[in-house]
């Protein structure tokens, strides 16, 4: 199993601010099966990013990704209040079973 | 728009069967791979097991053993079945749809994989 670990856990931050999330696989995750999900209280889970760096439709510039391998990052350029939420990584077939990480979350400073 | 949505009951009695579908509204259930997932109150989200058009099933090893996942594509309905639950198995359930993008560029050709729609997830209880 592919592990997926997140860090940090939580991220303390102010509107504007600029905010980086790791995702580090504990084995080789073919970027095809990289994605990241916001997820908010009592909603569904929303996809933000598929392939590691390709925003899903509708996923405004200020969210970015990257990464390859076992090292994945997701970057918000400017915060805005919409945004604080959980994030999560996960490897969507890389091997079963398809693993989430622990999860991120923002939250305002 | 509603288009994915879980139903079924919200309290389960330990040892007995806790049993959920999902209904897909104004979208294809061909072509896809359908998924349940679940969140532990205040932990993460953990895949369950999936199911295609074809009822090809594919099962987290953790649950494989208590697990069944049907489909029933005439209704556009898929089913989670899990057997001698206990009170590890509270969490909201999650039902998804796993998508795929083709694409093609210098290196090459291949799918990108991704859950693209999620229902508002149903919570069920483990107690008696």
């Known amino acids: 199993e592919i592990v997926l670990t997140q860090s940090p856990g939580t991220l303390s931050l102010s509107p504007g601010e600029r905010a980086t999330l790791s995702c580090r696989a504990s084995?080789?995750?073919?970027?095809?099966?990289l994605a990241w999900y916001q997820h908010k209280p009592g909603q569904a889970p929303r996809l933000l990013i598929y392939?590691?760096?390709n925003r899903a439709t509708g996923i405004p510039d200020r969210f970015s990704g990257r990464g390859s391998g076992t090292d994945f990052t997701l970057t918000i350029s400017r915060l805005e209040p919409d945004d604080f939420a959980i994030y999560y990584c996960?490897?969507?077939?890389?091997?079963?079973?398809?693993?989430f990480g622990g999860g991120t979350k923002v939250e305002i400073k | 728009q509603l288009q994915l949505q879980e139903s079924g009951p919200g309290l389960v009695k330990p040892s007995e069967t806790l049993s959920l579908t999902c209904t897909v509204y104004?979208?294809?259930?061909?072509?896809?791979?359908w998924s349940w997932i679940r969140q532990p109150p205040g932990k993460g989200l953990e895949w369950i097991g999936e199911?295609?058009?074809?009822?090809?099933?594919n099962y987290n090893p953790s649950l494989k053993s208590r697990l069944t996942i049907s489909g029933d594509s005439s209704q556009n309905q898929f089913s989670l079945k899990l057997s001698s639950v206990t009170a590890a198995d509270t969490a909201v359930y999650y039902c998804?749809?796993?998508?795929?993008?083709?694409?093609?560029?210098?290196?090459?050709?291949?799918?990108?994989?991704?859950?693209?729609?999620w229902g508002r997830g149903t919570l069920v209880a483990v107690s008696s």
């Open positions: 104004d979208e294809s259930f061909s072509g896809y791979y």
């Open positions: 084995q080789s995750v073919s970027s095809n099966y």
């Open positions: 199911i295609d058009h074809s009822g090809t099933t």
């Open positions: 996960q490897q969507c077939g890389s091997s079963l079973p398809l693993t």
């Open positions: 998804a749809r796993k998508n795929r993008n083709f694409y093609y560029d210098r290196s090459g050709y291949g799918y990108y994989w991704y859950f693209d729609l």
């Open positions: 392939g590691a760096s």
